[in-house]
């Protein structure tokens, strides 16, 4: 069983920029894939992006691309998502998510992952 502990939310003005830690336990952590989703007021939850097990292959959805980048330690069991260029539509719960998939596979959807943070607020104002 994978634990997975996001930090690094908080409140941030239009512009800002924030950084997303997630660290895991209780598995190895090199086998899996990470990935981060959100879920905005009123809003289902969404895929942000994710990064393979090897080769870190990124994969972002659009409207973060060029803005937020995904980076994995893995000799800290921590992957990093690193959120630049902040707007106030970026608000939500950001969760972490693993995925034990092939060593070149960059998951994108939800059901591709098998075990899930508790989540961490982003607040950006306007």
């Known amino acids: 069983q994978v634990q997975l502990v996001e930090s690094g939310g908080g409140l941030v003005q239009t512009g800002g920029s924030l950084r997303l830690s997630c660290v895991a336990s209780?598995?190895?952590?090199?086998?899996?894939?990470m990935g981060w989703f959100r879920q905005g007021p009123g809003k289902e939850r969404e895929f942000v992006g994710a990064?393979?097990?090897?080769?870190?292959?990124?994969w972002y959805e659009d409207s973060v691309k060029g803005r937020f980048t995904i980076s994995r330690d893995d000799a800290k069991n921590t992957v990093y998502l690193q959120m630049n260029s902040l707007k106030p539509d970026d608000t939500a719960v950001y969760y972490c998510?693993?995925?034990?998939?092939?060593?070149?596979?960059?998951?994108?959807?939800?059901?591709?992952?098998?075990?899930w943070g508790q989540g961490t607020q982003v607040t950006v104002s306007s």
């Open positions: 998510a693993a995925g034990r998939t092939g060593p070149w596979y960059i998951p994108r959807f939800a059901n591709e992952f098998d075990y």
């Open positions: 209780g598995g190895t952590f090199s086998n899996y894939a």
């Open positions: 990064i393979s097990r090897r080769v870190d292959g990124t």
